[in-house]
Structures are given as C-alpha cells and as structure tokens.
C-alpha cells in the first residue's frame, strides 16, 4: 500500500485531494511546511505532493535538498502558476512532475499512479553500460575508480536510455516521451535543459556524454 505526504502550503484543496486519494487505497499524511523529519524519514514515503496553494514561488532549494539528502520517491507540485520558466526550474531542480490548476481530479489521480508505477519499475539497481556504472537506486553515473556523477532522476532516465541504446538517434520527442508517459503539460524544451545540465556535470570527468545530431536529435557519445 503506498504512502503519500502532502505539503500544505495553506491550499484548502488539499483536503478534497486527500479524500480522493484515501479512496483509491493510498495512505495519507498532511504536513504545513517541509522540516528536517522528512530528511530523517526519507524511506518512509512513496511519494511527496507539495501543494502550493495561493503562492506562486517555490524555493527550488528544497527539491534539491530532497534530492540530495536521497529521498528517492518522486515529487510532484502543484501550483497555479502557469509562468514557463517557474514550471522549467522546478523539473530541472529535481521535480518528476509539475500538475497546474486548476485540474480535473481523474487527470491528478492518473499522474499520481503514473509517478508511483514508473518509480516501481525495475532496472538493475547497478549495470554496467558503455563502460560506465549505472545506479538506478540513486540516480547515479559511476566512472571507475572514484568519479561519481549525481543525477536527477530524468537527467538519469535520459542518460540511461541513450546509453543502453547507444548505436540509434533519439529525437527530443522521442526522448519526452520516455521521460512523461503521459501529457504532463510540460514543455518539450525541458529535454534540452536536461542534457545541457548532464553535460555540465559529466565535464569534470572530460567526458561529453551526449552528441547532438543536427536536425535528427541526441546519441551517446560515450563507450570505453
């Protein structure tokens, strides 16, 4: 039975979208404001709904610090803001999915279980692709013997398909779609945002992992 935290950020729709879930089975808890507990608790929960209610600002910080502190299960926000680059720098902070209001129930229950299935899905905890360790448990990129590279879980997703199917192009709707299952309504550009930020983390290690094929899409550049 899955767990899901709501953080209340003073949004009395929460409630409905507590009651909502209770019936499809999840467990439930509400919370006003996100505190160290969560960091301390980080395998507790299946998945985070932050609701921002009235406010239109976020500190991306804090997804980051989620992220960093290993809370490995997705998080979702929602807001009312429909301000393209808000919803770009909260994906690109760590973000599996950003929901805008208002919205239809049925569609928020479906992201929900979409989020939960994808996070349940099975890939080898470690394997080895290209020469390069990959670790799904924590959206890390492994270079023997001490290079590590820390990944959100779609720049790792993006990496992981490129990788395993390194001789083939992969548009960037090819590679959204891998990504949202889904029309999440988040923009197709992300998927640049992405790659640009894996190339900048991958660049310590003098390794330019994805190659931009002009007028066709992106390939893994890299086999050892």
């Known amino acids: 039975m899955f767990k899901i935290l709501i953080v209340n950020k003073g949004s009395e729709s929460s409630e409905n ?24 608790r980080n395998h507790e929960y299946d998945l985070i709904l932050i609701d921002l209610g009235q406010s239109f600002t976020i500190d991306c910080n804090i997804i980051r610090n989620l992220k960093k502190n290993k809370l490995d299960c997705p998080i979702i926000l929602l807001s009312s803001n429909s301000v393209e680059s808000v919803k770009v720098n909260i994906l690109m902070s760590g973000a599996d999915d950003y929901i805008q209001k208002p919205f239809g129930m049925e569609e928020f229950v479906a992201r929900v279980k979409v989020a939960l ?36 879980r779609n720049e790792f997703k993006i990496c992981y398909v490129l990788a ?31 790659i640009y930020s894996v190339r900048k983390k991958f660049k310590d290690m003098h390794i330019d992992p994805i190659k931009t094929i002009w007028g066709r ?3 893994w550049n890299y086999i050892n």
């Open 164 to 194: 395993r199917n390194h001789k083939h192009i992969f548009s960037r709707q090819s590679l959204y779609e891998h990504i949202y299952e889904i029309d999440v309504d988040t923009e197709i550009r992300t998927i640049t945002e992405y």
């Open 17 to 40: 979208i507590k009651s909502r879930l209770l019936k499809e089975g999840f467990i439930i808890n509400i919370i006003t404001q996100i505190d160290n507990d969560i960091f301390n």
């Open 217 to 219: 899409g992106y390939k």
């Open 117 to 152: 299935r994808k996070n349940s899905l099975t890939i080898e905890n470690k394997e080895i692709i290209t020469g390069l360790i990959f670790d799904a448990a924590n959206n890390l990129i492994v270079k023997e013997p001490q290079q590590t590279i820390v990944l959100t």
